[in-house]
C-alpha cells in the first residue's frame, strides 16, 4: 500500500532538490575538534561546529565519561520517574543551578524537549506567551503545543515587545520568551530592557540560552551576565549540546516552582529517557571546570576579537556580534555557495547560508568562532577568505 505515498514523497524530494535546498551531509570520520578529517581523508579547520570552549573531545570529559560507563554502566533503560534518576543526574541538576544562580533545574534529552515541554504545562487558555520572531524551532513548537494566546514581536525590537505586552494586557499570566543570542546573526537579546518591560507589565521571563551560555559574558554566564541581570530570567532553557562538551542532553532552570511542576507535567520529561550516566558525569566534570576558572571564554573572546577585527581590516562585512558566531555578509545566494565550497578547498570548512534560512537577500557565511582554535588556525582561516574573497570579487 506504499505506492501511491511513495510516488508523493519522490516528488517532495524533488521538489526540495530542484529548489536546492537538499541538505547534504558531510561525513567525518575523526573526532569533533578545531581540526577534523572528512571521509575523502581531507583534513580541514572546523568553523562551523556549536564547538565554542573546544570541549567536545576534551580529555577530562572523555575521562569522565569513560569512568561512568564503570561506575554506573551505559543507559539507563528509564524516564526519571520510574527508575531513570541517579546520584549523577541529581548532581548534574545542582550544578546547572549553580552555574546560573537558580533555584532548580530539571533535565531532558535535549533543549529541543526542554522548550517542546514548557509551554504547556504552565501556560494555559487565559495566558499569553510573547516570543520574538526569530526564536528557535523548538521554541515555536513548544508554543503551538500550549494553548495560552500567542503574540510575536519584531527581532530584538523593544517597541514593538512593549506594544505586545499592552495588547496582551487583559491576560492572566504573561510570558516573555526570547533566545539569548540568535544564531544566523549572532546578535543578542537586549535583556536589561526586556527585564525592564517584563517588570513594568508584569510579565514573567524565559532565556532561552543555548548559543550563550559558555561563550557570553565575562565568566559565560550567558546574557543575564552580559547584561548584569543574572537571576532575573524565571527561566532560562539550555543544552549540553553546543559549548557544554556537544554531546547531548538538555535542561531547564529557574524558580523552584516551576521546575517542580515541570516534573510533574512536562511530557518529554515523563515519556522519554533519562540522559546516560556517561553523559550526565562528563556534565558534572565540565561544569565543575567552569566552576574553578573561566580561561576557556577568555581564549574565546580573544579568538572572536582577533578574528573579527582582522577580517574587517580586510574590508570583509562582518555583523557586529557579542557572541561568537561572525556572519560574512555576502548576499547573495549563489556566491555564499561558491565561496565556502572554495574555502573547504583552502581547508576551512564553514557553511553559507541564505533564504529560507535567513531572509531573501541576506546571504553570508557563518563563521563559529571556538577556545579549540589557536592563533594559526585563525590566521588560516582569515588568509583563506582573503584569497577567495579576491577572487570572487568580494573584497578588493
Ligand atoms: C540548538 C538550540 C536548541 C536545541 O538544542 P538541542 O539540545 O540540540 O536540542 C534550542 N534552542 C536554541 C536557541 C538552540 O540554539
Redesign the pocket.
Known sequence: MYGKIKEHLQKELADIQQAGLFKQERIIVSPQQAEIQLENGQKVLNFCANNYLGLSNHPALVAAAKEALDTHGYGMSSVRFICGTTDLHKTLERKIAEFFGTEDSILYA???DA?GGIFEPLFGEEDAIISDSLN?A??IDGVRLSKAARYRYKNTDMEDLEAQLIAAKDTRFKVVVT?GVF?MDGNVAPLDKIVALCNKYDAVLMV?E??SAGVVGETGRGVTELFDVRGKADIITG?L??AFGGAI??FTTGKKEVIELLRQRSRPYLFSNSIPPSVVKAGIKMFDMMAETHELQDKLHANTKYFMSKMTAAGFDIKPTKSAICAVMLYDAKLSQVMAAKLLEEGIYVIGFYYPVVPKGQARIRVQLSAGHETAHLDKAINAFIKVGKELGVIK
Request: glycine share 18%; net charge negative; charged share 20%.
Open positions: 535535549a533543549c529541543f522548550n528557535h523548538s521554541i533566545d544564531s532561552d543555548s548559543h543544552t549540546g553546543k542532553g538538555g
